[in-house]
């Protein structure tokens, strides 16, 4: 059974780094592209980004390029998002999600991790 | 790239069908047979529902359908229950030269009446 199993709920101050995880289980993490997306309180989901852990080849949505940094470490099967200095407007639920090959399609779904930005 | 238009709410009566639209460009719903549907209860990850446009992943019921026309997929979910109350998202592929990633719908609240 494929499984991404995402890290803990976080509260940050304003200015503060972070770094949340992703570990896929259950099939070959290196053969399959990692995207994270975003959800603001009550709001829509964003695409961020996405990266192929086989040889860490990584894409940017426009609007998240230089916010954000995406990785991942094969070893481990696991991918990160990370922040070098949080905003309140970071507040948000953060999905990553593993696309399947020739669909093209964002399949499988993490549970979710709430970065919580606040002074 | 903008964000797909959808309705913000769509609602029927048990055993109803009902239509959920999703407008994009030709830049993405209209360049690729690449839309997938999320379903999204409250407080829970997205379900992926439809993928490639009108396939269903295994475990879903034929209750839902998917279809394209030029720049504008839809979501019909027929014999409409109460725990298809959700929120649904759609999402298209829209890769180019100098963007690689999807672009999602502004989400529609589906009530069951």
């Known amino acids: 059974e494929v499984q991404l199993v995402q890290s803990g709920a976080e509260v940050k101050k304003p200015g503060e780094s972070l770094k949340i995880s992703c570990k896929g289980s259950?099939?070959?993490?290196?053969?399959?592209?990692i995207g994270w997306v975003r959800q603001m309180p009550g709001k829509g989901l964003e695409w961020m980004g996405i990266?192929?852990?086989?040889?860490?080849?990584?894409r940017y949505s426009p609007s998240f390029q230089g916010q954000v940094t995406i990785s991942a470490d094969k070893s481990i099967s696991t991918a990160y998002l990370q922040w070098s200095s949080l905003k309140a407007s970071d507040t948000a639920m953060y999905y990553c999600v593993r696309r399947v090959g020739a669909t093209k399609t964002p399949f499988d779904w993490g549970q979710g991790t709430l970065v919580t930005v606040s002074s | 790239q903008s964000a797909l238009t959808q309705p913000a709410s769509v609602s029927g009566s048990p055993g109803q069908s009902i239509t959920i639209s999703c407008t994009g460009t030709s830049s993405d719903v209209g360049s690729y047979n690449l839309v997938s549907w999320y379903q999204q209860h409250p407080g829970k990850a997205p379900k992926l529902m439809i993928y490639e446009g009108s396939k269903r992943p295994s475990g879903v019921s034929n209750r839902f359908s998917g279809s394209k026309s030029g720049n504008t997929a839809s979501l019909t979910i027929s014999g409409l229950q109460a725990e298809d109350e959700a929120d649904y998202y759609c999402c298209s592929y829209a890769g180019s030269s100098t963007f690689e990633g999807y672009v999602f719908g502004t989400g529609t609240k589906v009530t069951v009446l």
């Open positions: 990266i192929y852990p086989g040889d860490s080849d990584t």
């Open positions: 259950g099939y070959s993490f290196t053969s399959y592209w």
